[in-house]
């Protein structure tokens, strides 16, 4: 073999030899030309500093989705203290036991039917329209668009109510 390689070849076998996937013989005339090739050389830098750049955004992403954690996780702490604070004033008020339990049992029942009237259908799309990216069947669609209807007509439903009374 050829102990000297042209600049078009090394420049070809770069991004490979920055990789580390060439075999030992071809990383041996990379090295080689490098270190007698001055434009190479500077090629070969430009390339490892776009890398540390990569890194650079990789650890942009990784502090984004520290903050995501920590929002998250901050707003699961305000529902547990929204929560807390309406069971610990339906008890402190001066109405007895009884009603007490009876406004709490009304408020979770309440909350189940939003989570069943609105939440689910919005779910259910949200779910489906991933699932269709992810493996391209074309019947998630239609659980799409029944998904979509049932929020709909959910939203009319309540409106219609609301506009009557």
């Known amino acids: 073999m050829k102990e000297s390689i042209s600049c078009e070849i090394v ?3 770069l991004p ?3 990789e580390g996937i060439l ?7 990379v090295s080689k030309h ?7 050389k500077k090629e070969h830098e430009s390339m490892t500093s ?3 750049l990569d890194s650079f955004e990789e650890r942009r992403i990784n502090y984004l989705k520290g903050i995501h954690k920590k929002s998250a996780s901050i707003l699961l702490l305000c529902i547990i203290l929204s ?3 309406f069971i610990i004033s339906v008890f402190y008020s001066e109405a007895n036991l009884g009603e007490g339990f009876f406004t709490l049992t009304l408020f979770f029942i309440l909350m189940i039917i939003i989570i069943i009237r609105f939440l689910l259908p919005l779910l259910g799309a949200i779910v489906s329209i991933s699932w269709y990216k992810k493996t391209k069947k074309k019947w998630m669609i239609a659980i799409f668009v029944i998904c979509v209807c049932l ?6 439903y309540v409106v219609n109510n609301i506009i009557k009374y």
């Open 83 to 85: 929560i807390i604070t």
């Open 50 to 52: 776009v890398i540390h």
């Open 11 to 13: 420049q070809d076998l």
């Open 34 to 40: 490098l270190d007698n090739c001055v434009y190479c």
């Open 16 to 18: 490979n030899y920055i």
């Open 151 to 156: 929020f709909i007509y959910s939203l009319v």
């Open 23 to 29: 075999s030992n013989e071809s990383k041996e005339l």
